[in-house]
């Protein structure tokens, strides 16, 4: 079964960043457009950003202006730079297809507290 794999996650203060990795099976299918969701207790899991194959890639409003979404297609590795977090970025943060979500991988836990 194919396995997203998240990395990155941690315990900051407000204000610090965070770099997010996934790396994507190499059967998975790469070629294709790839999202960051996160989900927090009692939330339903909800889009945070994502990125085409070609690079252009969109933030949702909560988090335009900190975050930013890249891709290494080479490497199959998708990433979220997070910046100035906030206590209400904390949750638990997945990978996957942006259309036509596969299995989830166990996501990597952010948590934004002073």
């Known amino acids: 079964q194919v396995q997203l794999v998240e990395s990155g996650g941690g315990l900051v203060r407000p204000g610090q960043s965070l770099k997010l990795e996934c790396q994507v099976p190499?059967?998975?299918?790469?070629?294709?457009?790839m999202a960051w969701y996160r989900q927090s207790p009692g939330n339903q899991r909800e889009l945070v950003a994502y990125?085409?194959?070609?690079?252009?890639?969109n933030v949702e409003n909560p988090v335009k202006g900190r975050f930013t979404i890249a891709r290494d297609n080479s490497k199959r590795i998708l990433y979220l730079q997070m910046n100035n977090l906030k206590p209400e970025d904390s949750g638990r943060y997945f990978c996957n297809r942006m259309y036509g979500v596969t299995a989830w991988g166990p996501g990597t836990q952010v948590a934004v507290s002073s």
């Open positions: 990125i085409t194959s070609g690079g252009t890639s």
């Open positions: 190499e059967d998975f299918g790469f070629d294709r457009p």
